[in-house]
């Protein structure tokens, strides 16, 4: 028996003239791949029949470049923007930095220097209600999200003004407001939550009706993670029904010490997309114009319910895995390569050399960013750190959660409670 | 011919409360899948997701019909990847949605313990309170008819320890079904635990909408010998040991604590102060169970009231075999029950 075309799905679009306004009775909408089921092998790769195409953007960067010497990719605002970005990211991570060295800050502390042009070509593409998610090196996604560099820096000292009052730390940064859903440090485990988001976003759409709901979720990871169930278990699930994220894979070739090459069967993780039924495009993540070249289609693909995407940015990280990590394993040569490469460089050259930027005007953000990040140092240094009222707080959203003590009272009414002193 | 002045009274006792009291039979997951339902209607953000819960109306029928009546979306058959479909539901109750994740065993979850203990339990303290995730876990356990080792585990054992998570045991459709909706309504992430064998149980239950609070103790059977603790199945056990200790004279206390995480501490503190006597029967593993803690707490805060110590009768800690016989000696059956008060109570 030979498995029959399922039904066409229901245009998702907003501006359907199908769809009734309230429709009480769903539709018989088939929610699920509308892939054949070839029984036959065929000796023949078919390459047309291909849902996904790997196309190496860099090439077809270069060609809408040589198209029309004219036209450039970014205005003078967004090229400003894009420098601002990345050079906030430069410093505060550079800022991080000192301050562990200086015994402000604990823990572990995994700095994201190298790939800036991957979160600023990413995310500021967003709107405020798009989701971001990430893994523990997080902080650059934080700003470019537009979380305060106060609120990271204070979250960092542990502080009760940080973004997540000092409980999370470095490897969970979370902003409600600006739709930061974390902050993982398990590897992976991020990513079925940013396909969640994607599926409230699609569930707002479909069942709660609100039709101009287009909210789009970006789930950052390495190139370890894609070795990880979760990875191949939320690219299926996103495949299967069409969900609004992009799945962005930073890979910067080392997962701490081991080797991508070493760790992977197949290294090029762009090529795991189109088994999933979705298209896999590999970018140069060192260049923030490329990244945002894909980004753009990427997220528009998601945002008009064309279902997802699976980026591979090539990128390098230049410090350690994280401040503990004495990096001797990373060939210098290969250091170097990528120094040379620096995304920030490279954007400064193309503002210049384009005339879009003057060297005044640059040297005016730098410095307007160093002030920014003395800022968020002094305004974390200043804040107060936790008292132990706050230990037992957060715990529940509902603090009846506790249960109820051998008096009778719900444990959460002891005065105690607030104190952070109460036996629960 | 005309109904006597009294005969007219009884009747119209009868209809008030009839009336007043009105309430229709069903069996356990009819409960339960009634709860999910008027949830369902209540509030358009509850959704269920699981492995054959849609088309399929689940394994054990708690979400049949649900799919035709609330579309695929909202009652989504999932892949069998349990560790992302439970990340998926965090994250979807993050972002604004009620999920109601089922596990087809509850065994099942094991492979999402990442993201129950990580992500469920965790986030809403390490976002510093910004981020809630009002989800529900729920799914059968417990050890069934033959059912194999792994189709028989108790994780109300391995999940208690998680910081963050509340956790429920239901037993009779009343409860079920309340616990279900008052779980569906709790901004807290609550993990409720159903038994394989308990789904056919059958029960009168009210008409009207009702919750069971999700930190209280149920009073099953009031007495003054001894207290006996359980929860779930064992209750019937229980039960039927009761049956026979009343007719050796003894009157035992009967409570399910229902609530796993945390205890309730007054309703079983009372019954300590009354009857000086601990008996706890669970279908968990003796080692670390929900026996265990509950040991340690009422010995931390009633140890003066007690006359005994406190007895614990568990599972034996072994894999569930699949030999019948083999099977019926893992747990705790009413014969021992019986001994252990008598013991008890000496």
Same mark, same amino acid.
């Given at each position: 028996?030979?498995?029959?075309?399922?039904?066409?799905? &229901?245009?998702?679009?907003?501006?359907?003239?199908?769809?009734?306004?309230?429709?009480?009775?769903?539709?018989?909408?088939?929610?699920?791949?509308?892939?054949?089921?070839?029984?036959?092998?065929?000796?023949?790769?078919?390459?047309?029949?291909?849902?996904?195409?790997?196309?190496?953007?860099?090439?077809?960067?270069?060609?809408?470049?040589?198209?029309?010497?004219?036209?450039?990719?970014?205005?003078?605002?967004?090229?400003?923007?894009?420098?601002?970005?990345? *050079?906030?990211?430069?410093?505060? +991570?550079?800022?991080?930095?000192?301050?562990?060295?200086?015994?402000?800050?604990?823990?572990?502390?995994?700095?994201?220097?190298?790939?800036?042009?991957?979160?600023? #070509?990413?995310?500021?593409?967003?709107?405020?209600?798009?989701?971001?998610?990430?893994?523990?090196?997080?902080?650059?996604?934080?700003?470019?999200?537009?979380?305060?560099?106060?609120?990271?820096?204070?979250?960092?000292?542990?502080?009760?003004?940080?973004?997540?009052?000092?409980? @999370?730390?470095?490897?969970?940064?979370?902003?409600?407001?600006?739709?930061?859903?974390?902050?993982?440090?398990?590897?992976?485990?991020?990513?079925?939550?940013?396909?969640?988001?994607?599926?409230?976003?699609?569930?707002?759409?479909?069942?709660?009706?609100?039709?101009?709901?287009?909210?789009?979720?970006?789930?950052?990871?390495?190139?370890?993670?894609?070795?990880?169930?979760?990875?191949? +278990?939320?690219? &299926?699930?996103?495949?299967?029904?069409?969900?609004?994220?992009?799945?962005?894979?930073? &890979? &910067?070739?080392?997962?701490?010490?081991?080797?991508?090459?070493?760790?992977?069967?197949?290294?090029?993780?762009?090529?795991?997309?189109?088994?999933?039924?979705?298209?896999?495009?590999?970018?140069? #993540?060192?260049?923030?114009?490329?990244?945002?070249?894909?980004?753009?289609?990427?997220?528009?693909?998601?945002?008009?319910?064309?279902?997802?995407?699976?980026?591979?940015?090539?990128?390098?990280?230049?410090?350690?895995?994280?401040?503990?990590?004495?990096? !001797?394993?990373?060939?210098?040569?290969?250091?170097?390569?990528?120094?040379?490469?620096?995304?920030?460089?490279?954007?400064?050259?193309?503002?210049?050399?384009?005339?879009?930027?003057?060297?005044?005007?640059?040297?005016? *953000?730098?410095?307007?960013?160093?002030?920014?990040?003395?800022?968020?140092?002094?305004?974390?240094?200043?804040?107060?750190?936790?008292?132990?009222?706050?230990?037992?707080?957060?715990?529940?959203?509902?603090?009846?959660?506790?249960?109820?003590?051998?008096?009778?009272?719900?444990?959460?009414?002891?005065?105690?409670?607030?104190?952070?002193?109460?036996?629960? | 011919?005309?109904?006597?002045?009294?005969?007219?009274?009884?009747?119209?006792?009868?209809?008030?409360?009839?009336?007043?009291?009105?309430?229709?039979?069903?069996?356990?997951? !009819?409960?339960?899948?009634?709860?999910?339902?008027?949830?369902?209607?209540?509030?358009?953000?509850?959704?269920?997701?699981?492995?054959?819960?849609?088309?399929?109306?689940?394994?054990?029928?708690?979400?049949?019909?649900?799919?035709?009546?609330?579309?695929?979306?909202?009652?989504?058959?999932?892949?069998?990847?349990?560790?992302?479909?439970?990340?998926?539901?965090?994250?979807?109750?993050?972002?604004?949605?009620?999920?109601?994740? +089922?596990?087809?065993?509850? @065994?099942?979850?094991?492979?999402?313990?990442?993201?129950?203990?990580?992500?469920?339990?965790?986030?809403?303290?390490?976002?510093?309170?910004?981020?809630?995730?009002?989800?529900?876990?729920?799914?059968?356990?417990?050890?069934?008819?033959?059912? #194999?080792?792994?189709?028989?585990?108790?994780?109300?054992?391995?999940?208690?320890?998680?910081?963050?998570?509340?956790?429920?045991?239901?037993?009779?459709?009343?409860?079920?079904?309340?616990?279900?909706?008052?779980?569906?309504?709790?901004?807290?992430?609550?993990?409720?635990?159903?038994?394989?064998?308990?789904?056919?149980?059958?029960?009168?239950?009210?008409?009207?909408?009702?919750?069971?609070?999700?930190?209280?103790?149920?009073?099953?059977?009031?007495?003054?010998?001894?207290?006996?603790?359980?929860?779930?199945?064992?209750?019937?056990?229980?039960?039927?040991?009761?049956?026979?200790?009343?007719?050796? #004279?003894?009157?035992?206390?009967?409570?399910?604590?229902?609530?796993?995480?945390?205890?309730?501490?007054?309703?079983?503190?009372?019954?300590?102060?009354?009857?000086?006597?601990?008996?706890?029967?669970?279908?968990?593993?003796?080692?670390?169970?929900?026996?265990?803690?509950?040991?340690?707490?009422?010995?931390?805060?009633?140890?003066?009231?007690?006359?005994?110590?406190?007895?614990?009768?568990?599972?034996?800690?072994?894999?569930?075999?699949?030999?019948?016989?083999?099977?019926?000696?893992?747990?705790?059956?009413?014969?021992?029950?019986?001994?252990?008060?008598?013991?008890?109570?000496?």
């Amino acid at each position: 028996k030979i498995s029959t075309q399922p039904f066409s799905l &229901n245009p998702t679009s907003p501006t359907s003239h199908d769809r009734p306004l309230v429709s009480p009775v769903p539709t018989s909408l088939f929610l699920g791949s509308t892939r054949k089921l070839r029984l036959s092998s065929s000796s023949k790769l078919n390459l047309h029949r291909r849902p996904g195409t790997v196309v190496a953007v860099s090439d077809v960067v270069k060609q809408k470049k040589s198209k029309s010497t004219h036209s450039l990719l970014i205005t003078k605002e967004e090229g400003l923007e894009l420098y601002e970005d990345m *050079i906030l990211g430069r410093a505060f +991570e550079d800022m991080c930095a000192q301050m562990y060295y200086r015994g402000k800050m604990f823990g572990f502390v995994h700095l994201y220097n190298g790939q800036e042009a991957v979160s600023t #070509g990413f995310i500021k593409l967003l709107k405020q209600q798009d989701s971001v998610v990430s893994t523990y090196r997080d902080h650059v996604h934080a700003l470019s999200k537009r979380v305060p560099a106060r609120a990271v820096m204070s979250e960092l000292f542990g502080k009760t003004t940080g973004c997540c009052r000092g409980q @999370g730390g470095s490897m969970h940064m979370f902003s409600r407001e600006h739709n930061l859903l974390g902050g993982f440090a398990f590897i992976g485990e991020g990513i079925p939550v940013a396909t969640g988001a994607a599926f409230t976003s699609k569930y707002k759409r479909e069942v709660l009706k609100e039709a101009d709901c287009d909210h789009v979720t970006l789930a950052f990871f390495g190139d370890g993670t894609c070795n990880n169930g979760q990875f191949f +278990e939320c690219l &299926n699930m996103a495949a299967l029904w069409k969900l609004p994220i992009v799945f962005v894979v930073e &890979n &910067n070739l080392w997962a701490i010490g081991m080797s991508h090459l070493r760790a992977t069967s197949d290294p090029q993780i762009y090529k795991k997309g189109p088994a999933f039924g979705m298209p896999g495009i590999h970018v140069d #993540g060192m260049d923030v114009l490329k990244v945002r070249e894909v980004a753009k289609e990427a997220i528009g693909r998601a945002r008009r319910g064309e279902g997802p995407t699976l980026v591979e940015c090539e990128t390098y990280r230049f410090r350690g895995h994280s401040l503990a990590d004495p990096d !001797e394993l990373r060939d210098p040569a290969e250091k170097a390569h990528y120094a040379a490469r620096d995304p920030i460089t490279a954007l400064k050259k193309y503002l210049i050399e384009n005339s879009l930027a003057s060297e005044a005007d640059l040297k005016a *953000i730098d410095k307007k960013i160093d002030e920014v990040v003395e800022d968020a140092v002094e305004f974390a240094d200043e804040s107060p750190v936790p008292s132990q009222s706050q230990l037992l707080e957060n715990v529940f959203a509902d603090p009846k959660g506790f249960g109820i003590g051998p008096d009778g009272r719900y444990r959460c009414e002891d005065p105690k409670f607030t104190e952070g002193t109460a036996h629960v | 011919q005309l109904l006597t002045p009294f005969q007219y009274l009884l009747s119209g006792i009868y209809l008030t409360r009839y009336i007043l009291y009105s309430r229709h039979e069903l069996l356990l997951f !009819e409960a339960l899948q009634e709860g999910l339902e008027e949830e369902m209607e209540r509030d358009l953000r509850v959704c269920v997701m699981g492995e054959d819960v849609g088309h399929y109306g689940g394994s054990y029928k708690v979400t049949k019909g649900l799919a035709k009546k609330f579309g695929d979306l909202r009652v989504l058959d999932t892949p069998i990847a349990e560790n992302s479909f439970t990340g998926m539901g965090i994250g979807a109750a993050m972002t604004g949605l009620r999920p109601v994740v +089922e596990g087809m065993n509850m @065994g099942f979850l094991l492979l999402a313990f990442n993201q129950i203990s990580n992500n469920c339990g965790m986030l809403h303290y390490t976002s510093g309170g910004q981020f809630t995730i009002p989800i529900v876990i729920r799914g059968p356990g417990g050890v069934g008819r033959q059912l #194999g080792a792994e189709h028989s585990q108790r994780l109300e054992s391995y999940f208690q320890s998680i910081p963050g998570i509340q956790m429920v045991a239901c037993s009779t459709p009343y409860n079920a079904k309340g616990l279900m909706k008052a779980a569906i309504r709790s901004e807290n992430p609550v993990i409720l635990f159903e038994h394989v064998l308990l789904y056919n149980l059958k029960e009168r239950i009210p008409d009207e909408d009702y919750i069971c609070n999700l930190e209280e103790a149920e009073m099953v059977r009031p007495g003054e010998h001894v207290t006996i603790l359980t929860y779930s199945r064992m209750r019937y056990h229980v039960m039927q040991a009761a049956k026979t200790l009343v007719n050796k #004279g003894y009157d035992p206390e009967v409570i399910d604590i229902r609530s796993l995480k945390p205890f309730d501490l007054y309703t079983i503190g009372n019954s300590v102060k009354k009857t000086h006597r601990v008996l706890i029967v669970e279908e968990c593993m003796r080692t670390g169970g929900i026996g265990a803690s509950l040991i340690a707490a009422i010995t931390k805060n009633f140890n003066d009231y007690l006359d005994a110590p406190i007895m614990c009768l568990s599972s034996q800690d072994v894999p569930t075999p699949y030999a019948g016989t083999l099977e019926e000696v893992t747990v705790v059956q009413p014969a021992q029950i019986v001994t252990a008060v008598e013991q008890l109570c000496q």
